[in-house]
């Protein structure tokens, strides 16, 4: 009844019709933000986060679980802040893994270098004569 | 009058007291939106003064700053929530570009180690095969011949024979070396004695020059009793005016540096007896000698050459 009679005036269904499409549009980016911040995380487990980082990576997904709870609240301004910064710790995490990964390589590499040179000079001091 | 401008000041304060509320935030949010911009322009500071950040994540370092000053932005309108969650996100992105140029950087390393592996590869591989014609299979003997009538000076066509067996020997580090000196027939037996032993020394300072330790080298004073060549001749006396290097094989090298030892402080000790014994007249000779000598040299080593390319 109530509703009803709100829609009654010409001006009024205007005003509510804009608000539909202005709060479609912010739903639409706060989605669209859960679906990155979701993808990032999924992209920081496949890096192997969970294990290298695993206080990063945890903080990621808490944040997204935290921003899809406030959205499913209406608390968007909430939902799209915890959104961001899932995201971005997501992204952290996975470079700190990425980047761990890479230094743990180059310091095998220069270990197996030293070994090498070791083994290399080692074998030639050797040679029979 | 009196009483509308009564009434202005009124609402004029009341205005102010509102105007005041609303424009000085508590003090715990003053203290939160400060410390959480101080800390993103620390972070972005930090990773802007890292110089792989520049040359790799700029791009991320500006996306921080950005959110920085979307955070200052923020807190001009006293909104704390978007101060710190900006300043959370330029924070982050600071770190983030700090951590992508880390990345970058362990890459370069690796690179760069790759290709050191494969320079020490290929290093060792170069010294393997050169090893070959390096590598001294057992004893190694090259004679030197050519010393002038009576010098000690040594022939310069043995010059590039000494720099080859010095680098010989610098490979081939653990291998002791023998120095004989030897002349021709001609004069007398303790003469011809201590002029070995110059040549040999010779020899020796030759080598040291070229790198070898003196330590590994002993000298051997043979003077005229084991010619090469027949001393009838001129040719054959320029071959028997010759210094040895002998470098003995592994087996016998290490037996022999033991009993060298014993035998070669006899003999250089021995020889230099004899070489004070005969120096006073001899070095006179000597050196008026050598400096004809080394005119005779030249001619004789032009010869030499000249004869062997005869043969």
Known sequence: ?129 | MKHVIRWSTGVLAAGMVAAGCSTAPPAGNVAAANTAIGNAGQAIDQAAADPHVAKYANSELERATDSLGKAKAAWSKHDLAATTHQAYMAQHRAALAQELANERAAHDAIAVAATNRDHAVAMAMAERHAQPTVAIPGQMQEALPGFAFGTAKLPAKAKPAIAALASTLKENPGRPVVIEGHTDSVGSPEYNHALAMKRAEAVRAALVRSGVESSRITLRAEGEHNPVASNDTKAGRSENRRAEVIIPSMEAGTTAVGSSEGSTSATSSGGQNEQKGEQRGDQQNDQRGDKQGDRQDQQQDEQGVDDRHRE
Request: hydrophobic share 45%; aromatic share 2%.
């Open chain 1, 1 to 129: 009844m109530m509703r009803a009679h709100l829609f009654h005036h010409p001006s009024r269904m205007l005003a509510a019709g804009c608000l539909l499409v202005l709060s479609g549009c912010a739903n639409e980016a706060l989605h669209n933000q859960l679906a990155s911040s979701r993808e990032a995380v999924d992209q920081a487990k496949i890096a192997g986060a969970a294990e290298t980082v695993p206080a990063d990576f945890d903080l990621a997904v808490d944040k997204l679980n935290r921003a899809n709870a406030a959205a499913d609240h209406r608390r968007k301004d909430d939902a799209m802040r915890l959104a961001q910064q899932a995201q971005i710790d997501a992204d952290l995490a996975r470079a700190r893994t990425d980047s761990a990964q890479s230094r743990f390589a180059a310091a095998e590499m220069a270990k197996s270098n030293q070994v090498l040179r070791d083994a290399l000079s080692h074998a030639n001091q050797n040679q029979p004569r």
